[in-house]
């Protein structure tokens, strides 16, 4: 699939998805409002771990800076204080000594 | 309310730089923001293109990580009165902020919903086109690091949703898993098995409990995609 069409799926789902909620009438089951809610919990995931370590064997220092920006994440509830954190003791991290 | 567009701005930067990172060019990186527009799935977008995943696989983690605004359509479609020529409208700049900012307004018309989202979608889009100049002005985004943005991005907006022991079983469950499964399954498999067994995961771990969690206006502001 080139990047156009891949471009022209996720335009489709997104739109569906978006349109179906104010068009529906209709609510989805219990459980499956139960597994909407988890989805983005999931996929966030997801996405993290196996991206976390990269690939040129600093895998201990962004570990390291991934935990940290988690905390601040978790205290502050900023996307930019956490990318802050996280890239700031990376890079410091990195510095060789 | 200020902040919720200022929270916006270092998320599209973010998303452009990684962008051009897995090869995007500024027009490409620009028209997911103008034609997705969808935090969150155009950033998993970009680091499973930059893994060389394959289209299907990246339209169907699409789906799933939008598949919420679905509930948030039927929140909004209760509340404001939309005609059948509004609503497509509505649902095309419809985004977790701008359900959040409607739905904690006692303003319910069309004209205050679309100017919500579209002060967003043009705070996106300047956010993208800002971030896309950076990403080709940066000289070496490979020896600064610059691809450790992506994780990082997605524990900022993984962490604020974690509030209950099921919330973290799912979320450390899912991590484990997808960890394992991506040293085996190539491009975007690993992330959609996950995302669909962690969400049967905890739809059935809470099913003991009597009604569906509510949607509510100030966490769909937190989770800010």
């Given at each position: 699939m080139s990047?156009?069409?891949?471009?022209a799926?996720?335009?489709?789902v997104t739109?569906?998805?978006?349109y179906?909620?104010?068009?529906?009438?209709?609510?989805p089951?219990p459980?499956?409002?139960?597994?909407?809610?988890?989805?983005?919990?999931?996929v966030f995931a997801?996405?993290?771990?196996p991206?976390l370590?990269g690939?040129?064997g600093e895998?201990?220092?962004?570990?390291?800076?991934?935990?940290?920006?988690?905390?601040?994440?978790w205290?502050?509830?900023?996307?930019?204080?956490?990318?802050?954190?996280?890239?700031g003791?990376?890079w410091l991290?990195?510095?060789?000594? | 309310?200020?902040?919720?567009?200022?929270?916006?701005?270092?998320?599209?930067?973010?998303?452009a730089?990684?962008?051009?990172?897995?090869?995007?060019?500024l027009l490409?990186?620009?028209?997911?923001?103008?034609?997705?527009?969808?935090g969150?799935?155009q950033?998993?977008?970009?680091?499973?293109?930059?893994?060389?995943?394959?289209?299907?696989?990246?339209?169907?983690?699409?789906?799933?990580?939008?598949?919420?605004?679905v509930?948030?359509?039927m929140?909004?479609g209760r509340?404001?009165?939309?005609?059948?020529?509004?609503?497509?409208?509505a649902?095309?700049?419809?985004?977790?902020?701008?359900f959040?900012?409607?739905?904690?307004?006692?303003r319910?018309?069309?004209?205050?919903?679309?100017?919500?989202?579209?002060?967003?979608?043009a705070?996106?889009n300047?956010a993208?086109?800002?971030g896309?100049?950076?990403?080709?002005?940066?000289p070496?985004?490979a020896?600064?690091?610059?691809?450790f943005?992506?994780?990082l991005?997605?524990i900022?907006?993984l962490v604020?949703?974690?509030?209950t022991?099921?919330?973290?079983?799912?979320?450390?469950a899912?991590?484990v898993?997808a960890y394992?499964l991506?040293r085996?399954?190539?491009?975007?498999?690993?992330?959609?098995?996950?995302?669909?067994g962690g969400?049967?995961?905890g739809?059935?771990?809470?099913?003991?409990?009597?009604?569906?969690?509510?949607?509510?206006?100030a966490?769909?502001i937190r989770?800010?995609?």
């Amino acid at each position: 699939m080139s990047f156009w069409a891949t471009v022209a799926g996720m335009l489709v789902v997104t739109f569906g998805s978006r349109y179906a909620g104010l068009a529906l009438r209709a609510e989805p089951p219990p459980f499956w409002q139960r597994f909407l809610h988890f989805v983005p919990i999931a996929v966030f995931a997801a996405l993290v771990t196996p991206s976390l370590a990269g690939p040129s064997g600093e895998g201990e220092m962004r570990l390291a800076a991934a935990a940290l920006a988690a905390g601040a994440a978790w205290w502050t509830r900023q996307l930019w204080v956490a990318l802050a954190v996280g890239m700031g003791v990376f890079w410091l991290l990195r510095i060789p000594l | 309310m200020a902040p919720l567009w200022l929270g916006v701005v270092p998320f599209g930067v973010a998303y452009a730089v990684l962008a051009r990172d897995a090869g995007l060019s500024l027009l490409e990186t620009q028209a997911l923001s103008v034609l997705v527009f969808a935090g969150s799935a155009q950033l998993s977008a970009v680091g499973l293109f930059g893994a060389g995943a394959a289209g299907l696989e990246i339209v169907l983690t699409t789906l799933l990580l939008n598949v919420r605004h679905v509930l948030y359509g039927m929140a909004l479609g209760r509340t404001v009165r939309l005609t059948s020529r509004q609503r497509p409208v509505a649902a095309y700049f419809l985004t977790d902020e701008a359900f959040g900012v409607a739905a904690a307004s006692q303003r319910r018309t069309f004209a205050f919903l679309l100017g919500t989202e579209l002060s967003l979608f043009a705070t996106w889009n300047l956010a993208t086109l800002g971030g896309g100049l950076l990403g080709a002005a940066t000289p070496s985004p490979a020896e600064l690091g610059l691809d450790f943005v992506f994780p990082l991005a997605f524990i900022a907006l993984l962490v604020p949703l974690v509030r209950t022991r099921v919330e973290l079983a799912v979320a450390l469950a899912s991590g484990v898993v997808a960890y394992v499964l991506a040293r085996s399954l190539p491009g975007g498999l690993p992330i959609l098995l996950t995302g669909v067994g962690g969400s049967l995961l905890g739809a059935w771990l809470t099913r003991t409990t009597p009604a569906p969690p509510a949607i509510d206006p100030a966490s769909a502001i937190r989770e800010v995609a």
